[in-house]
């Protein structure tokens, strides 16, 4: 079944349960990538994406502890153990972002990064203060620029992989900034108005 269907509407918040159900499920239903086809770009393209390509990869590559920790806690704090199960899961499915674009680099023969400035500072704002809220907004920003970033690639390039690769990391990524949102907003509700307004102010 295509998990997409899976989740509620948007006017409601979707409980970690139903989360857990469509993880489980979307990651049994993936596109077929054509590895076969090997890299399939031409030189100018690969001058054109290979520092940016790289970079991503290395964004989508971690091993989650940090998440994980903050998660824990705060599922604990808001009694809700599941959310530790889906965050997991959450965590497994940019792992296969991290390895899909790695396997693609690797095939176009573009050398991956070990440090990236931009992921390094990132990183650096999501480890400071390790609460589910600190960690949700820059991750919400940086989802973002990724559906314009996969976009641009897929409308842009020839390569059969890597079209593919990017409608397959589109379609997730749509569903993580969901996630995230969603999130936000489970944290937000109860927040007096004045403190929220500065919440805003700040993001
Ligand atoms: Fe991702
Ligand atoms: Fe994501």
């Given at each position: 079944m295509n998990p997409h269907k899976l989740l509620p509407t948007l006017s409601s918040i979707t409980t970690s349960d139903e989360w857990y159900t469509y993880y489980k499920a979307n990651?049994?239903?993936?596109?077929?990538?054509?590895?076969?086809?090997?890299?399939?770009?031409?030189?100018?393209?690969?001058?054109?994406?290979?520092?940016?390509?790289?970079?991503?990869?290395?964004?989508?590559?971690?091993?989650?502890?940090?998440?994980?920790?903050?998660?824990?806690?705060?599922?604990?704090?808001?009694?809700?153990?599941?959310?530790?199960?889906?965050?997991?899961?959450?965590?497994?499915?940019?792992?296969?972002?991290?390895?899909?674009?790695?396997?693609?680099?690797?095939?176009?023969?573009?050398?991956?990064?070990?440090?990236?400035?931009?992921?390094?500072?990132?990183?650096?704002?999501?480890y400071a203060i390790p609460t589910m809220e600190i960690w949700t907004t820059p991750v919400i920003m940086v989802e973002t620029v990724a559906l314009v970033y996969y976009k641009a690639i897929q409308n842009a390039t020839n390569s059969p992989v890597l079209k593919q690769l990017c409608q397959q990391i589109l379609r997730d990524e749509v569903k993580h900034i969901r996630f995230q949102y969603e999130r936000l907003a489970v944290i937000h509700k109860n927040r007096p108005a004045l403190l929220r307004k500065l919440t805003y102010l700040i993001q």
């Open positions: 990651a049994e239903f993936q596109l077929e990538i054509p590895w076969k086809h090997g890299a399939g770009i031409t030189e100018d393209e690969q001058n054109a994406i290979a520092d940016s390509l790289a970079a991503w990869q290395l964004g989508e590559t971690s091993d989650g502890l940090h998440l994980l920790a903050a998660a824990k806690n705060y599922a604990q704090r808001i009694k809700d153990p599941k959310y530790v199960d889906v965050i997991e899961l959450f965590i497994k499915e940019e792992q296969r972002h991290g390895g899909d674009l790695g396997r693609f680099l690797d095939l176009a023969q573009i050398p991956r990064l070990q440090r990236n400035w931009g992921d390094t500072l990132f990183r650096k704002i999501r």
